[in-house]
């Protein structure tokens, strides 16, 4: 029987998880649409798309895993379930995370202003260095695929199934848990660099347009300034992924714990969400279509309610003549 807490923090997770789901939803619909009307599908549209569309694969896995370790755990731990569940978060996670990534290389390389070489270079072969990230995402897969297996070996031969608790070393489970992350920390350092970048390229910008500093900042100010909003936001709410994934984590090493776990969650389902809707923020063709959005979404309720009162006023003139 669940606490009231218990029952508080998991319907705050399944509200997380509907917006989470609601807005990358949106985020998908609008680049569909922007592509049927272009016939052409631009590179900025395929990362948010991609990333979209990971978030809300990852939100589903996310809240499926943990409710049915919380309401099913017999059925969690007998068959197949733990493997399907750990394949496909691993596919989901790492391809959400390297979607993010892209998207501040992206703007690193369209909004950064260096005249390094190497830099222009990689400007001039934007296509080329995604690509290159592509790789090592499958890369990445290859490599913790069997650090899954492996883990989920040792406790079925260990405890005989996958139960919530894995007997298992909590320095080596630890150790397991750090490699099966690593092309995940390897894409998280690499946007860390990215948004270094940028708040240099910024720095020096703002350096050489002191001259202009009673004026209007600039349109390449206002880009710098919109993407290190994206960039660092991601970069606080995936550390509080991180922190909710090692929260979870730690349940399996401890004594059975469902209001630690369920805490975990919830925080955990803050970065898939959270991001998504500053994303719509940040983005000026995302934010316009949401606004249209809402205006239509108020006209309809606005109709609604005159179409009501006008039936009710119908209703009581026909009542007042038939008296």
């Known amino acids: 029987m669940l606490s009231i807490l218990e029952g508080l923090f998991i319907f705050i997770a399944v509200s997380e998880s509907i917006l989470g789901v609601l807005g990358n939803g949106f985020i998908e619909l ?48 007998s068959g197949n379930l733990i493997d399907y569940i750990s394949y496909l978060w691993v596919i989901f996670n790492q391809s959400s ?18 005249s390094h ?12 260095v995604l690509h290159l990230l592509m790789g090592s995402l499958f890369i990445s897969w290859l490599f913790t695929f069997p650090q899954i297996v492996e883990i ?27 490699l099966l992350n ?13 948004c270094f970048l940028l708040i240099i390229s910024l720095w020096r910008h703002n350096r050489s347009m002191q001259l202009n500093v009673t004026g209007p900042r600039d349109p390449s100010t206002e880009a710098h300034v919109k993407a290190m ?22 349940c399996f090493t401890l004594p059975e714990n469902k209001l630690l776990f369920i805490s975990g969650m919830v925080t955990t389902a ?3 969400w959270g991001h998504s809707f500053i994303l719509i923020l940040g983005n000026s063709k995302l934010k316009q279509a949401s606004l249209r959005a809402l205006q239509r979404f108020k006209c309809c309720e606005v109709g609604r309610l005159l179409t009501a009162a006008q039936t009710r006023v119908g209703r009581n003139g026909c009542s007042r003549r038939i008296i």
């Open 30 to 77: 609008v680049n569909c649409i922007d592509c049927v009307k272009n016939k052409k599908f631009s590179m900025i549209g395929f990362i948010l798309t991609g990333l979209a569309t990971s978030r809300i694969c990852l939100i589903l896995i996310i809240i499926t895993d943990g409710l049915t370790k919380i309401f099913f755990p017999d059925m969690y731990s």
């Open 152 to 178: 989920i070996n040792e406790s079925r031969m260990k405890s005989g199934n996958a139960t919530w608790n894995l007997h298992m070393q909590r320095s080596k489970f630890f150790t397991k848990q750090i």
């Open 97 to 114: 995370i390297w979607f993010a990534t892209s998207l501040s290389v992206f703007y690193f390389l369209k909004i950064a202003n260096f």
């Open 182 to 194: 690593l092309g995940v920390i390897l894409l998280f350092t690499l946007c860390l660099i990215t």
């Open 117 to 128: 070489h190497i830099f222009l270079w990689l400007k001039g072969r934007i296509n080329k």
């Open 270 to 272: 803050i970065y898939p």
């Open 229 to 250: 909003k994206v960039l660092i936001s991601f970069i606080i709410l995936f550390i509080l992924y991180f922190i909710g994934i090692a929260i979870e984590i730690s």
